[in-house]
């Protein structure tokens, strides 16, 4: 079974005051290398597709077809309470299996290695269209 976790980051300005960027450098070392072992493990046990970080919201589009099909974009990315920070894409046996993942990604490191205990949203990924 595929799943996607995602990996969410509030938009107020608290939250994105307190981000990653504005820790001390030995935290963010701390925690790229959290995300590099679990990376690491998950792909020893067959588990890994992809994982990805994200760039900040600041910089996305929000682009639809205009009426000429060309992109129209719209800004930025839409107003929204949380934004998505980064994802992986695992296949593995069960939910039970991807939710355990995501609840040990949710203990990723902080400031002064604190754990985050983010929410992490777990979607199975569709194979195909359902029958009909």
């Excluded at 595929?2 to 300005?13: E, G, I, R, S, Y």
């Excluded at 960027?21 to 290398?33: A, E």
């Excluded at 995501?102 to 990924?125: C, M, W």
Aim: proline fraction near 6%.
């Amino acid at each position: 079974m595929k799943f996607m976790l995602m990996m969410n980051m509030k938009t107020d300005a608290a939250s994105q005051a307190d981000g990653i960027m504005t820790w001390p450098n030995d935290d963010i070392k701390r925690h790229i290398q959290f995300m590099t072992n679990l990376n690491k493990e998950l792909r020893q046990a067959g588990e890994f597709i992809a994982a990805e970080g994200l760039a900040w919201p600041s910089e996305a589009k929000l682009v639809r077809a205009a009426q000429d099909g060309a992109p129209d974009t719209d800004g930025v990315f839409p107003e929204s309470k949380e934004f998505l920070i980064g994802y992986w894409i695992l296949e593995v046996a069960s939910l039970d299996r991807a939710c355990a993942i995501a609840a040990q990604i949710s203990l990723a490191p902080g400031k002064a290695a604190q754990p985050l205990y983010l929410a992490i949203e777990v979607r199975q990924i569709m194979s195909g269209p359902p029958e009909m």
